[in-house]
Structure formats: C-alpha cells, structure tokens
C-alpha cells in the first residue's frame, strides 16, 4: 500500500500545511482500518463499501457534518491518487458525494471590544509580544500559523506590509496600518532589550527562550490578556481574522481585495463574511424601522 508515497505527494506536490497532511493521514487511518474490518483490500474496495463506511461515520461514529466532509475529502484524495499512479484503474469514490455543510455566520469582535484589547498597556515582555500579535491579527487579518513563521524580514514598518506564507506555502502581501507598525516597532525594541547578547531564533515572535513561539502558547496568551482588559467572552486567533474582514467590509472593502488580504483561493470562501453584514443591516433595520 503506497501509503508513504501518498503523504509525499500531499507534501511536495499539493503542498498541503502539515496539520492538513497529519488530519489526512489520520483519517486515511481510520478508513484503512474499517477496510481490514471487512476484509476488503482498500484499492479494490467497492462504492458500494464507500458507502457504508460513509453511513457508519454518520451513525455509529456520530460525527459532525465537518468531521465527516474532511474524512470524506481525505479518502477521495487518496483513491485519486492511486489513480494517477495506475495503481487502480477505476475510481470507487468517483460517485461519492460529499455531506453538505452547514456555514456558520463567523463570530467577530465589536469595534469597542478591539479597541478596549488594544489600548491595554503591557506591563512585561509577555504582554509586549502578545500585544504585538493581536494588533497583527486585526491589522492584517494573518492566520495563526503564518503569524508563527513569520521572520522579522517579514515585516516591513516603513513601508506598511507583511509578507505571509499561506497554505502550500503561497506567498502575499498584506498592507499594516500605521498604528501596527507602530507597535511591531516597540515590540522590537522590547524584543532586542529582553534577548540583548543571547542566541535566538530569527523568527519575530519568540517564547521565554529565544526560541520560535507555538501556536498553542499564542492562543493561551491572546486570551490571558483578552481577560486583563476586561473582555468576558472567549477570544482566540480566528475570532481576529473573522473581526478583520468582517470590520472591513462594513468599511466598504471588496470581496476581490478582502480575498487577496485573506489568502482565500476561492472567492466564495470569502463571501461567507457578507452573511455577517447583512445580518447587522438587518439588526439596524429591526432597531431603526418604525414597524420593526
């Protein structure tokens, strides 16, 4: 079973994030597993197996809708690739269709939360960097593990941009306000004080010991200070994302910038942020209306 040679192709070829790569392997896992279960080798597995093991993630498993479309996408994936590699001559997911999602409306901050987070005045390095990273995530609508790669070069002050590696390592250039570099500029200066004359990564944002911060450290952070400046509702990396576009199209930004700002490969990805700003023109209208 070539599957080593699968995870090279999700690797080199389609250039998928690791934690991509990692879920599909893991569902590939799961699939593989339910074959040898039924004594089915799984590059002779019949649509009619596909099925059932489609029915046994919706019942017997009780999976969400988003879990089951992932693992779904990961095992069509890999009977494609079997394909292109002439392992297999005839696809058996090729009629297999994927559970339809449900979209949720994305949670975003208000204006007064984000300015409440962002007028907090640090008190050590910690909340320097943390600070720092926040005013990224709203100024540039970054992602938390393109924000994590981030090298100082990354980020030009003088001219306003951060450079970021998106999925498949897909490179764009986002425009940072003059406050945000304001603020990566004081980070700087605290980041060369706190690590005068030791060894450390090049990354920008560096943990207690010079090293590379994790995402996990990120999102324990974002949300420690969120608390210290008296937010009570949960924050974390995404919620800024979402507040970023969100905030910039009720500023009258277009979906093809907000696109490009994003990382978006598909413009009905960022379309989902409309559903918010009808929702509030609604909510004026309701507040507004004579009848409402």
Known sequence: M????FKNHLTFERQLSPNTIAAYMRDLKQYLDFCNLNRVDAPNA???LLDTYIYHLKSEANLAPSSVFRKTEAVK??????MVEGIIKEDPTRFLLSPRL?????????????HKILAFKPENFAQWRTLCIITL?????IRVSELTHLHTENVNTKEGWVLAFGKGRKQRFIPIHEHACKVVEDYLSQRQAHFAGK???SELFLNKNGKKISRISVWKDISALAKAAGITRRVYPHLFRHTFASHLLKGGADLRSLQEMLGHESLNTTQIYTHVNVRDIKEKHRKLHPRG
């Open 2 to 5: 070539p599957i080593e040679e």
């Open 46 to 48: 019949s649509p009619e």
């Open 77 to 82: 994936s890999f009977y494609k690739f079997l």
């Open 102 to 114: 449900i979209r949720k409306i994305p949670q975003q901050l208000s204006i007064e939360e984000v």
């Open 137 to 141: 995530f709203y100024a540039s609508g």
């Open 199 to 201: 060894d450390t990564d």
